[in-house]
């Protein structure tokens, strides 16, 4: 627990830009309340970027609902797996690195 309140307060943006994304769609889910940012590409460019649907698909796959989710977006299935495995590298490193400088 040490480390991870290390790692937090370490990567202060991410953790933000995270909780809040968590809380909004926590929101979402139970109380259908939308806090979510809306995509500034399609608000100007009225067109969906790659990006689009990627939060429903994530709420999709929160219901195990992976056949949904895949017809919102399919680059969850990419996105999701690459940004758990980018944490973890980078918690692994974060966790050598301290462990260099004590």
């Known amino acids: 627990m040490y480390?991870?309140?290390?790692?937090?307060?370490?990567?202060?943006i991410l953790s933000i830009v995270t909780l809040y994304f968590i809380v909004s769609v926590l929101l979402k889910i139970t109380f259908?309340?939308?806090?979510?940012?809306p995509c500034l590409w399609k608000t100007i460019f009225h067109i969906e970027c790659p990006g689009c649907g990627l939060t429903r698909a994530f709420i999709d796959i929160l219901h195990c609902n992976f056949i949904?989710?895949?017809n919102h977006n399919p680059l969850i299935f990419i996105v999701l797996p690459a940004g758990v495995?980018?944490?973890?590298?980078?918690?692994?490193k974060f966790k050598k690195k301290l462990k260099n400088t004590q």
């Open 3 to 12: 480390l991870l309140r290390k790692y937090i307060m370490a990567n202060k």
């Open 32 to 37: 259908s309340i939308n806090i979510l940012i």
């Open 68 to 70: 949904d989710a895949f």
């Open 85 to 92: 495995f980018y944490l973890c590298i980078d918690f692994i």
